[in-house]
């Protein structure tokens, strides 16, 4: 990894992706802080496509941009009187200093430890291998895994729907008609 | 000079230090799950450059330990909101710091 | 010089060769940086050399079309045959002051007119114009398909929400659910085709296609109807067009916008569509290939045929459908696509093992498959209009007439009890 | 520190004004609807925006110059406005309408109210969501009916073609083979119209059970025309209290069967054919003679009131006209249907989502300028 394309492609991702991890930490706005994080998913896809990882990088798009940050902006959506702005608690300073020890002990350790051997090429065809070991090696975190999404799918639906008489209520609140005749959900 | 695992695993660490400082600190309790996501990209990104330049007994085992995490960052986020919609509903708020019934 | 212009680079069939030369050109003076850019540089301007001019062709054939839909003529003053009418939009659109609005977010404003226009640039990197004519065969072509285009998403939200207008965030909060919701069904489709065809790259599909002889519409006409429906949300149009419905919340997410912001996101709503039908081509029409007739025609123009074709069905869908409600819309995707899609990627599962493992005789077994997905197809369709009471074909009931007896309640009472209403 | 009680938490009602400039509400008329999420809690009515106070404004002129504004009231339909004022001046003043005159007014009446109702039930179809076709069929027709109006009277929408005592002109004798020619071609156009949205899918699916009225609400809430059919009511003014030649033609009345939005589409579409029917019979019964009775210019009917009603496209439309023995009316009131049909849109609506209350809103067909006046 020394040619021109590369340093050109990794010095902007990495400007890209810790200007925006820098500006969730800065701005005062939610929905602000969340199109940084957004803008923060996609400069670390970059990087997985310049380590040669497509598959991951497109399920990262895929993941993070398409489901959760979705998912995190109707949570924003549906918290219509909380509070919006992105202020700091007052683990500020804590933090702060906290965030200057681990960075500094990370890049301590990754810059003293001898990694061993370095690859020069990437592995090819990642999709079909990481498919092949996924029903292969990993056949039972794999289902663990499918087991754990499901469960936290039911989870999050049994925590975030009402109470059936919570509803009743609700709709006895709102209109003197029923509603049943309205047909389906909306 | 060459960019090389190092690189990336600066970089790692720089996103997981804004990350945890995102979690630890801020207020709102969407800000703080994002910040998890933060960290956990870091994470990812760590794995995907070792994957990357480190020769492995099995091919892109580390791939799959992200393919792993990913599947866990969907599941832990959608309880997380969840949970946020459910403080919010009762306390109207998802201020971190207003939400401590069990702190005494 | 005279043996670059002998070379094969000017074959119509295959416009890739005037790439590959020029990059071979650069490369063997030039640093490897400079033809690997000159290559990028060289897909870049292709794509937008299409899309550019072809979009101003498709406003000019769609509002031609549907005005023959409608029983009028459709543009026809500026230019020959109105063809001109696209640009005398653009002029005046340009023209047009850019109004935002107080209230709005002044910097997330800005954006997503701009943001909309990426990933309807990006998806067609991998989008196959012929046996070489693709910019980047990406061994995950699929699911970056997908990736790419959930991400317009992001972008209509962020429209709807800076504006900081309830219609605009009403379409916001609506595109976003249905987009959801129609995207699970498009994946799966998508699966079943990657299942049958066992290959994510999206010009092995078409090979796959080539290979057996076959266009996966007539294989999988459930999954075909899936993606159309589901492209047909995610475009945004009639019949499910809830976005912007105009005759509810005026334009949705881009009731704020004026001037060329508007005028991007419609650009984009026609590039969108414009893409969709060439992957709707691609993926269950063949793509590129014709039963050999791609050897002597240029591979591009059948796939530029196939796309007007499903782009006509689009146009067709919008001048003839009233729109869905919400409920009706999530309804139709959570109880039929949904379901229906998880049973074709068992039974593509189950095909592709056949065809593998068992080495079924393709000749035999693949009519036979289409004829046992078309049986299913129906089945299923035919069981979802019986349980929702959809799909009524009795005529609903018409008005009766009342003859001579006039009068209030009781005359009223009186017609509804009558036996058959008399008419 | 105490614990705190959770509150109960409602989903916030959002207050969204569809209008005054809104593509649906066929004109500038404001409706503040309180949304929760998608479904409608309450709907306010704000009317005014189209006011121009005609009803002062007819004190100060004389009775035939009032005509004009009965065409700006309802503009879709210019004749029928007409025709109700002049109806009631006669009344006040008793004049006798020549035959001729009354078979005309008849004439063009119905081919009013054919105009009319292609644009309610095209418009309606478009509140439903579809992308101005079915307006587009519908217009077809429409053309050709302004065109007669056109050739007779000069004007299109604002005909001013009734005069009190009858109408203003003869039409030229090329309305004739024109009429017969529309006449001929309405049943396939009809049949058209009905392959294209009666059994349409979507159409059926939006409408149906959509903005129910029962009989009992229609006739409580004194709606009238479509609304009231719809509703199951049999009454037409035309049947119920014949005005000019009504008693002598044969049509019937078509009533819907639930009072739903697409009873009242399914009613105006027959209420087109019914009146293709009458035209039919006008333009082979149609007598000689007079089309105009001899009226002094400045009427001064004696002093007296006088109501007059007629079954207009959108219901029982009236006018109300008090002489003190001058030239000008003393009082001049309009019982406009729209107005009065628009007030059971809440009763239709709340409870239901948005989009249904839309359609709803296009089903009830109302006209801004008759409804501000």
């Keep these: ?186 | 000079m060459t960019i090389g695992l190092e690189h990336f695993l600066v970089l790692g660490a720089l996103l997981f230090g804004v990350g945890l400082y995102v979690a630890l600190a801020k207020r709102n309790a969407i800000g703080v799950l994002m910040g998890v996501e933060l960290m956990l990209n870091a994470v990812n990104l760590t794995l995907v450059a070792f994957g990357r330049f480190v020769e492995s007994e099995v091919a892109l085992s580390t791939s799959v330990f992200v393919v792993f995490i990913i599947a866990v960052a969907a599941a832990e986020i959608a309880v997380g909101l969840a949970l946020a919609m459910v403080v919010y509903r009762n306390r109207d708020t998802i201020n971190v710091d207003r939400v401590n019934l069990l702190k005494w | ?423 | ?373």
């Design chain 1, 1 to 186: 990894m020394d040619g021109v394309g590369h340093h050109l492609a990794f010095w902007s991702l990495a400007v890209i992706t810790v200007g925006a991890a820098l500006g969730i930490l800065v701005s005062r706005n939610l929905i602000h802080a969340m199109v940084m994080l957004i803008l923060s998913f996609i400069g670390v896809a970059g990087l997985y496509l310049l380590l040669s990882a497509e598959f991951i990088a497109v399920v990262q798009i895929l993941v993070y941009v398409g489901a959760i940050s979705v998912l995190m902006l109707f949570a924003i959506l549906l918290t219509p009187r909380a509070a919006r702005d992105n202020a700091e608690t007052a683990m500020r300073y804590p933090g702060l200093i906290l965030m200057g020890l681990v960075i500094a002990a990370t890049v301590f350790v990754a810059l003293e430890t001898d990694w061993g051997a370095v690859r020069e090429e990437p592995v090819a065809e990642s999709a079909r291998i990481i498919g092949q070991s996924l029903i292969n090696e990993f056949v039972l975190p794999f289902e663990i895994a499918a087991v754990l999404l499901t469960a936290a799918l039911v989870g999050a639906v049994a925590l975030a729907r009402r109470d059936d008489e919570d509803i009743d209520a609700h709709e006895q609140s709102l209109t003197l008609e029923g509603r049943e005749d309205s047909g389906g959900s909306s």
């Design chain 3, 1 to 423: 010089m005279s043996a670059w212009l002998l070379a094969a680079w000017y074959d119509l069939r295959d416009l890739s060769g005037i790439s590959r030369e020029i990059t071979e050109w650069v490369a063997s003076w030039g640093p490897e940086w400079l033809a690997s850019a000159v290559s990028g540089a060289i897909g870049a301007i292709g794509i937008l050399a299409v899309i550019g001019p072809t979009l101003m062709i498709l406003i000019w054939t769609e509002r031609k079309v549907i005005a023959r839909l409608q029983v009028r003529y459709g543009p026809n003053r500026v230019g020959p045959r109105g063809l001109l009418q696209p640009v005398a939009d653009a002029v005046k659109l340009i023209l047009k002051e850019e109004l935002v609005p107080r209230a709005a977010d002044k910097w997330l404003f800005f954006l997503p007119p701009v943001l909309v226009f990426i990933p309807a640039l990006l998806v067609w990197g991998v989008l196959p114009f012929g046996p070489h004519m693709q910019v980047a065969d990406l061994n995950v072509g699929v699911l970056f398909l997908l990736a790419v285009s959930g991400t317009n998403v992001l972008a209509v939200f962020i429209a709807g929400w800076a504006s900081n207008n309830k219609y605009a965030l009403f379409g916001a909060m609506r595109v976003i659910a249905m987009t959801i919701s129609y995207e699970i069904a498009m994946v799966l489709a998508l699966l079943t085709v990657v299942f049958l065809t066992g290959t994510m790259s999206i010009n092995g599909i078409v090979l796959w296609q080539q290979q057996e002889d076959l266009i996966l519409i007539v294989l999988l006409p459930m999954t075909a109807l899936t993606f159309l429906l589901g492209a047909t949300a995610e475009l945004n149009r009639t019949p499910m067009d809830i976005a912007e419905a105009e005759s509810e919340i005026v334009a949705g997410y881009h009731t704020e916008y004026s001037g060329m912001r508007f005028g991007l996101f419609y650009a984009v709503e026609l590039a969108n569509t414009l893409v969709m039908s060439a992957f709707m081509a691609t993926f269950f029409l063949g793509g590129w290939w014709l039963w050999g007739l791609d050897a002597w025609v240029p591979s591009w123009i059948i796939l530029l045929v196939k796309t007007s074709l499903v782009y006509f069905v689009f146009i067709w869908l919008r001048g003839t459908l009233p729109r869905l409600r919400i409920d009706q819309l999530m309804t139709f995707c959570w109880k039929l696509l949904v379901p229906a899609g998880l049973l074709f990627v068992a039974i593509a599962a189950v095909e592709r093992t056949l065809l593998l493992e068992y080495a079924w005789d393709r000749t035999i077994a693949l009519p036979v498959m289409a004829v046992i997905n078309a049986a299913v197809t129906v089945a299923v369709i035919g069981a979802y209009a019986r349980v929702t009471g959809a799909g009524a074909h009795r005529a609903p009931a018409g008005p009766r007439m009342a003859r001579g007896r006039l009068g209030g309640l009781r005359a009223a009472r009186q017609l509804a009890q009558a036996p058959s209403g008399s008419d």
């Design chain 4, 1 to 373: 520190m105490a614990i705190e009680t959770p509150k109960r938490v409602h989903s916030e009602p959002v207050v969204v004004n569809i209008g005054p400039q809104h593509p649906s509400t066929h004109g500038v008329f404001r409706l503040k609807a309180t949304l929760d999420g998608e479904i409608v809690q309450d709907v306010d009515m704000l009317i005014g925006y189209l006011h121009r106070s005609m009803e002062k404004l007819a004190e100060e002129r004389t009775f035939t110059q009032n005509i004009p504004f009965t065409d700006r009231i309802d503009y879709l339909a210019a004749m029928s406005n007409n025709l109700s004022y002049c109806l009631a001046v006669e009344k006040l003043a008793g004049i006798e309408v020549p035959l001729r005159g009354q078979w005309l007014r008849v004439l063009f009446a119905e081919l009013q109210r054919i105009a009319s109702h292609a644009m309610a039930n095209g418009t309606f179809v478009n509140d439903c969501g579809a992308w101005q076709t079915p307006l587009m069929y519908m217009f077809r027709e429409r053309e050709k009916i302004l065109d007669l109006f056109e050739m007779t009277c000069g004007a299109r929408l604002t005909t001013n073609y009734m005069r009190i005592g009858g109408v203003a002109f003869d039409p030229p004798l090329e309305l004739w083979p024109a009429l017969c020619s529309l006449l001929d071609e309405m049943p396939d156009r009809l049949e058209e119209y009905a392959a294209l949205t009666v059994d349409n899918e979507i159409v059926l699916a939006r409408s149906k059970g959509v903005g129910v009225v029962s009989a009992e609400a229609a006739l409580n809430a004194s709606l009238s025309g479509p609304l009231l059919r719809g509703s199951g009511v049999p009454w037409d003014l035309r049947k119920a209290d014949p005005y000019c030649v009504y008693d002598q033609l044969d049509f019937d009345i078509p009533v819907g069967r639930d009072g739903d939005c697409y009873d009242r589409f399914r009613v105006r579409l027959e209420e087109v054919r019914q009146s293709v029917r009458i035209l039919n019979q006008v333009v082979e019964r149609i007598p000689g003679g007079p089309w105009q009775a001899e009226v002094p210019l400045h009427l001064r009917p004696a002093a007296g009131e006088a109501y007059a009603r007629i079954e207009s496209p959108r219901g029982e439309l009236g006018f109300y006209v008090v002489s003190d023995g001058g030239p000008t009316p003393w009082r001049f009131h309009c019982r406009a249907p729209s107005l009065i049909n628009l007030s059971a849109l809440k009763e239709m609506t709340v409870g239901r989502s948005l989009a249904d209350a839309i359609v709803t809103l296009g089903s009830i067909d109302i006209v801004v300028g008759e409804i501000d006046r």
